[in-house]
């Protein structure tokens, strides 16, 4: 189940945040839309879903990446 606002409404399109906490799968539960930095540069622009694949995240992190999906719960990212 992904985290939601004190109010439960993640639908307002006037909230945006800055966050950075080097936890893909931890920032994809609270996000709609990930736009993730290398270098300075942007290697990925797309929806959170999109981040937590294995080829999304190898661009993000330049290592071999798998996911794990659980039912009921945000997936999990991790190293290979």
């Known amino acids: 189940m992904s985290p ?12 945006a945040a800055i966050v950075e906490c080097g936890l893909s799968d931890y920032e994809a539960g609270f996000a709609d839309h990930i736009i993730a930095l290398k270098a300075g540069k942007v290697v990925l622009n ?34 290979l």
């Open 4 to 15: 939601s606002l004190p109010n439960g409404d993640r639908s307002d399109p006037s909230l």
């Open 46 to 79: 797309a929806t959170s879903e999109d981040l937590m694949q294995p080829d999304a995240l190898s661009r993000v992190y330049g290592l071999a990446m798998d996911v794990v999906t659980r039912p009921g719960r945000s997936p999990l990212a991790s190293a």
